[in-house]
């Protein structure tokens, strides 16, 4: 069994910043191989892809968020990263950590909800 926690959210001004941690454990030998991505889902929309990154260490990011958000892992902590920037309220979402292990071994966290004040 995998387990995914996510956490760093909290209420933070227009252009404030934020880092959102997800951590994995349980049966993980290793993340090397593991697609990891961060979606949101604000309230009444639908849950959206906010930025990957891929077993090839490749990130790629939503247009929204590029040269604001940026997506990094630590394979020897088994913890992926949402570095956030200039966030704005339109960000308001609760933040979900994806870790696909293979296409049969998908998990999900819990969430962390992210509210930014104008």
């Known amino acids: 069994q995998v387990q995914v926690v996510e956490s760093g959210g909290g209420l933070v001004q227009a252009w404030g910043s934020l880092r959102l941690s997800c951590a994995v454990s349980g049966t993980v030998f290793s993340m090397s191989g593991m697609h990891l991505a961060w979606y949101r889902q604000a309230p009444g929309a639908q849950r959206e892809l906010v930025a990957g990154?891929?077993?090839?260490?490749?990130?790629k990011y939503q247009d929204s968020v590029k040269d604001r958000f940026t997506i990094s892992r630590d394979i020897a902590k088994k913890e992926a990263y949402l570095e956030m920037h200039s966030l704005r309220p339109e960000d308001t979402a609760v933040y979900y950590c994806?870790?696909?292990?293979?296409?049969?071994?998908?998990?999900w966290g819990q969430g962390t909800q992210v509210t930014v004040s104008s």
């Open positions: 994806n870790v696909v292990i293979d296409p049969a071994r998908k998990y």
């Open positions: 990154i891929y077993s090839n260490g490749s990130p």
